[in-house]
């Protein structure tokens, strides 16, 4: 069965930087496209960006240009987000989701990732 | 930037009742790439309807998805205990969205 697990919470100060992973299993990696979505605390979705993991290209939310990169590794299906300058406002819960293909979006996901940014 | 708007932001219905639920778009949204998810407390969303109307591996068919261009709606023929959650549209064309959700509560 196709499974996305992240890696553990995190507690990063203000400046820092988080690298979040997502192993997929369950399916081939190189197949599907992997999205980022993070969710604030009492908040809604926002969509954060997307790799392919069959040639790593990827699309960026405007808004986290030039402070987020997404990328994987296909010898072991795991897929990387980092986000780099944090601030409190990035805290949040971090989930990727693995992209179906064609019409399907956000077919499976991961279970989050809570950034915590904190003086 | 395609932004989408929900309502209403509550809907208060009792097990059994029909939930409808809407999602408007700033812009058209291309090829019906409108999907809705349903959140529950501590979990990842989970998706119910894609391209508009198709339903997703597993989802029940008292979900249902309608709507093309700017205007879509979700319903919910008879809520079920289970089904009181958060739902979120999204539209994932080239730079995808969600919409802030609209929160199904028990009346």
């Known amino acids: 069965q196709v499974q996305l697990v992240q890696s553990g919470a995190e507690v990063k100060k203000p400046g820092a930087s988080v690298k979040v992973s997502c192993k997929a299993s369950?399916?081939?990696?190189?197949?599907?496209?992997i999205s980022w979505v993070r969710q604030a605390p009492g908040q809604g979705l926002e969509w954060m960006g997307w790799?392919?993991?069959?040639?790593?290209?990827?699309n960026y939310a405007q808004k986290l240009q030039g402070r987020v990169t997404m990328t994987t590794d296909t010898s072991t299906s795991t897929a990387y987000m980092e986000l780099r300058s944090l601030r409190s406002d990035d805290t949040a819960v971090y989930y990727c989701a693995r992209d179906g293909g064609g019409w399907i979006p956000n077919d499976y996901w991961g279970q989050g990732t809570l950034v915590t940014v904190s003086s | 930037e395609i932004v989408l708007t929900q309502s209403p932001g509550t809907l208060s219905l009792s097990p059994g009742e029909r939930a409808t639920l809407s999602c408007r778009a700033s812009?058209?949204?291309?090829?019906?790439?409108l999907a809705w998810y349903q959140q529950k407390p501590g979990q990842a969303p989970r998706l119910l309807i894609y391209g508009a109307s198709s339903r997703a591996t597993g989802i029940p068919d008292r979900f249902s998805g309608s709507g093309s261009g700017t205007d879509f709606t979700l319903t919910i023929s008879r809520l079920e205990p289970e089904d009181f959650a958060v739902y979120y549209c999204?539209?994932?064309?080239?730079?995808?969205?969600f919409g802030p959700g609209t929160k199904v509560d028990i009346k």
């Open positions: 790799i392919s993991a069959y040639n790593g290209n990827t």
């Open positions: 369950g399916y081939t990696f190189t197949s599907y496209g």
């Open positions: 999204q539209q994932y064309g080239s730079s995808p969205s």
């Open positions: 812009q058209s949204v291309s090829s019906s790439y």
